[in-house]
Structures are given as structure tokens and as C-alpha cells.
């Protein structure tokens, strides 16, 4: 039996004892794992200083923080999101108690990804334990620090049956894609989202894939084009461009495209210094092979700010590229990473048009004082999430879906939404065995007679207090005797 093989089944019998059912044991593991981000906050920066050259301060900006208030929100409002939740009656279901269960689903696969390893990676796993889930856990192998900081650290702080961790890299994945789950998570990019999903439906096992896309980001001729510009240049080189939802090309009209690359250049100098290569607030492509798949994207575009770069150190200085057309290389693929193209474009109609004409994107971005330009912009398009004049910040709404739709992901997640997502939501209908004359509509022969009542019955809807419930019982008793007598004559 393999490793992979090996923790699946440990995990899967540690979910059999049923201890993972239990809202307090969910609690607790909730709790363990944030004093972990308390106490062992130095161990996390530094590996992930090492993987992605990000600070301290930085590492908590951008990847422990969110996480420590997710959780927070979980221990909050778990026991609520767990208990049974009733739901509106009709007129024959009226005497019965009605109402959706959740429940664990099982063993569920977490498969993380790289560019910000601990947020994309706990933070399902946060959901799966809120469930009552076991989870295999498969961090990214490209972050190699981070990985063993994780595969050290997890064991020690939640139960370590329950919540395996598996290292390695495409074997080890493939490894574990052969076994049975009832659940995968896997955050991404979409050629590898496909072959999660034809692993996963050899055993139609559900998944959840957290892909990508081209971001569109769209200027408005009329916007504060300073404001615009500073929120987008924060949101593109953060983390070196490696943000699966960062504005990945701008659209905007000739008139104001020296302005937006001026706007920008200014923002970079100010955000990372003259040189951004020595400033610590900024990052590194993660390895010398996405380095030449960034590099490989400027052959034939114009260089308006940046292109500085140095492969032995894996650094592209924050890049803008002007006059960019929509065959250019850099325009056949999700950047990842810090080039920033800017595509003219007529006008908001233009703009449209070329954002339907491409798979539809995890986020999309307008900035606009108008109403009416963000609603078209909104209603006209199809994408993941939405922001009119903001980038990346509806990730840290707990209270919003975050998901893709098509190439962009499948199913959505955070707060709630994370433990719907990893709970099979139970429909649950208990009767008493009295008032048998009303059941007698729905038992042959069949008549239209019987037919009135059940239209009667079925297509009434109830939603009243215990007063009116009461009222509506007895009024229930009266109508079935009626039934009755009417059935008998």
C-alpha cells in the first residue's frame, strides 16, 4: 500500500469513529488551528520568505490574516450553520416536521496552489473540519518551504488521523487522484482542473476547482483615472502578479492611455521605490520556469514602464505594456505575473464585446463614477466575481461566494458557503402514522375528485407563526374529515 494510499485509509477510518460529527470536537480542532497561526507565525513567514520573498509582515497581510478571521467566524456561527434548518410547509405536509440536515460528506481531498500556499490551502480545509469532514491534505509541491512548514506544523496542532498531510510532487498527486474521495478541493489552473475532473468522475466524486482566467479590468474615461490607477497597480503587482484574480490587462480608450501608464508608473515608484528589484515589499516569480513562460509573453509587445529583469534571481520589475492587440502573445493566457497590457479599445460597447469573445474570468473589474456604465458592465458580461472601482478585496468578504464560472471554476466557497459546499445539505421529512384520511388523494384509483384535493393541498403554501400553525392544524382536521366523508360518499 502506498503512502497516499495509507493516509487516505487512516483518514477515512478516523471519520468511521464518528468523533468528526460532533460540533464541539469541530470547534476545538477550529481553535487548535488558529493558536497554531499565534504561535508559529515566524516559521510560517520565513519559509514563505524563502518560496515567494515575501515579508513577515507581509506573509500575515496577504496569507494568515484572512485565515485567523475565518476562522473566528466559523467558531462564531458553526453551531447555528449546523443545526437543523426548517423550511416552508405546504398544507399536506403540514402536521410533519420538514427541514435540511447538514452532514459530513466524507473524506475530502484539499489540493492547494502555490502563489499564496497557506490562504489557498487552509482555507478550504477550514470548511471541510466546520463540516465534520476528514481532509487529505496536498499542499503545492512548487512551494517547497512551505510544504514541510506545513507538513510539520498541521500534525502538531489538529488531529493528525483525521487531517493527514501529503508531500510530494505530480506522482504523489496522481497517487492519490486514483483513490476514492468524497469530495476534491483543488485551487489552480484549468489544464490541470481537467484532469482533477476526469480523476474524479471515474468514482463521481463532486469537486469544487478554484481556477483562473484573464481578469479584464475596464477605465472609464470619466473616473478619477488617479484613484483608478493606484487601487489597480496595488491589485496587479501584489504577490509579483501571481493572484489568480489580479487585473490581468486593462481596456480603455486612446485618449487616456499615456495618462493611465504615467498614473501607474508613479503608483510603482511610490508602492516599491525606483527600484523595485531591492525593495522588500516586493516579490519573486516563484522559479526560473515561470520566469521564461512570463519573459516569453513580451516578444512582441511594447514596452511602455519596467521590463527590467534577472532570472538568476527570478525578478521581472513591474511591467506595462501599451498598445497591446488582441493576438498578441501576452493575450493568449492568464499572466501570472507582473506585465500589465493595455488594450485600446473604442469605448464601453468595444470593451464588452472583447471580454465575450473570451473565456469567462474569475473576476472583472470596471472603474467608473457612472451607475449606468458599471450596471452594463455588469449585465452584459459573466464572470466570477464583480468590483466596480476596487480590485481583489471581495476576497476578503466572507459573506460573498468566491468561485469562478465555466474555464474560470466550478462551485464556490468561503463563510458559509464553504460549509454548504463540503456538507451534503440532508432533505429530511418526519410524519406521525395518524390522520391516514388525508393521505387517501394520493392513494388509487385515482380521481379527479382526489385530483382537486391534492391541487388544494400541494399548492398551498404555509409560512405562519405558532399561533397561526394551530390554527391551521385544526383547521387541517376539519378539512380531512370532510375529505373523508366526501371520499366515503
Not at 468561485?403 to 458559509?416: E, L, R
Not at 387517501?440 to 403554501?461: C, E, V
Request: glycine share 8%.
Amino acid at each position: 500500500m502506498s503512502r497516499e494510499q495509507q493516509a487516505v485509509a487512516r483518514a477515512r477510518k478516523a471519520f468511521e469513529t464518528g468523533r468528526s460529527k460532533s460540533v464541539e470536537y469541530r470547534i476545538n480542532q477550529l481553535k487548535s488551528l488558529q493558536r497554531l497561526f499565534s504561535e508559529r507565525q515566524k516559521e510560517i513567514a520565513a519559509a514563505i520568505k524563502k518560496d515567494l520573498n515575501k515579508t513577515e509582515v507581509g506573509a500575515q497581510f496577504y496569507e494568515t490574516l484572512g485565515l485567523e478571521g475565518e476562522i473566528s467566524l466559523f467558531i462564531k456561527n458553526l453551531k447555528e450553520w449546523a443545526a437543523p434548518r426548517h423550511v416552508k410547509k405546504n398544507l399536506l405536509t403540514m402536521s410533519d416536521t420538514v427541514y435540511i440536515h447538514p452532514e459530513p460528506l466524507g473524506v475530502v481531498l484539499v489540493i492547494g496552489a502555490w502563489n499564496y500556499p497557506w490562504a489557498v490551502t487552509i482555507r478550504p480545509l477550514i470548511g471541510a473540519i466546520a463540516a465534520g469532514n476528514a481532509a487529505v491534505v496536498k499542499p503545492s509541491e512548487v512551494c517547497v518551504h512551505t510544504s514541510k512548514v506545513m507538513e510539520d506544523l498541521l500534525p502538531i496542532y489538529i488531529d493528525k488521523e483525521l487531517y493527514p498531510v501529503v508531500t510530494g510532487g505530480v506522482p504523489e498527486t496522481q497517487e492519490l487522484l486514483r483513490q476514492k474521495f468524497d469530495h476534491i478541493f483543488y485551487t489552480g489552473n484549468s489544464t490541470v482542473g481537467k484532469v482533477i475532473m476526469e480523476a474524479a468522475a471515474k468514482h463521481l466524486t463532486p469537486v469544487t476547482l478554484e481556477l483562473g482566467g484573464k481578469s479584464p479590468c475596464y477605465i472609464d474615461k470619466n473616473c478619477d483615472i488617479s484613484i483608478a490607477c493606484r487601487r489597480i497597480t496595488w491589485g496587479k503587482y501584489s504577490n509579483c502578479g501571481q493572484t489568480c484574480i489580479a487585473p490581468d490587462y486593462i481596456l480603455c480608450e486612446p485618449s487616456i492611455q499615456n495618462r493611465v501608464i504615467e498614473e501607474v508608473k508613479k503608483c510603482i515608484k511610490e508602492f516599491y521605490t525606483d527600484n523595485p528589484k531591492t525593495c522588500p515589499d516586493y516579490g519573486r516569480i516563484i522559479n526560473q520556469r515561470h520566469f521564461k513562460r512570463v519573459m516569453a509573453m513580451l516578444e512582441d509587445s511594447n514596452i511602455a514602464v519596467g521590463g527590467e529583469n534577472d532570472e538568476s534571481d527570478c525578478y521581472i520589475a513591474p511591467t506595462v505594456l501599451r498598445d497591446v492587440k488582441p493576438e498578441a502573445k501576452v493575450m493568449q493566457e492568464e499572466i501570472f505575473g507582473p506585465l500589465l497590457p493595455i488594450l485600446p479599445v473604442s469605448g464601453l460597447d468595444e470593451a464588452i464585446k472583447l471580454i465575450n469573445k473570451g473565456e469567462k474570468p474569475l473576476a472583472l473589474y470596471v472603474f467608473s463614477p457612472d451607475n449606468k456604465v458599471i450596471e452594463r458592465m455588469r449585465d452584459e458580461t459573466s464572470s466570477g466575481g464583480f468590483l466596480a472601482n476596487d480590485c481583489l478585496v471581495h476576497y476578503s468578504v466572507s459573506a460573498l461566494p468566491f468561485g469562478g464560472v465555466g474555464n474560470s471554476g466550478i462551485g464556490c466557497y468561503h463563510g458559509k458557503f464553504s460549509f454548504d459546499r463540503l456538507s451534503h445539505l440532508r432533505g429530511c421529512l418526519v410524519k406521525k402514522l395518524k390522520m391516514e384520511g388525508v393521505n387517501d388523494m394520493r392513494y388509487p384509483p385515482h380521481t379527479l375528485k382526489k385530483l382537486g384535493w391534492a391541487r388544494f393541498f400541494i399548492l398551498s403554501t404555509v409560512d405562519v407563526g405558532w399561533v397561526g400553525r394551530m390554527a391551521l392544524l385544526a383547521a387541517l382536521v376539519v378539512v380531512a374529515a370532510v375529505v373523508i366523508q366526501n371520499y366515503l360518499l
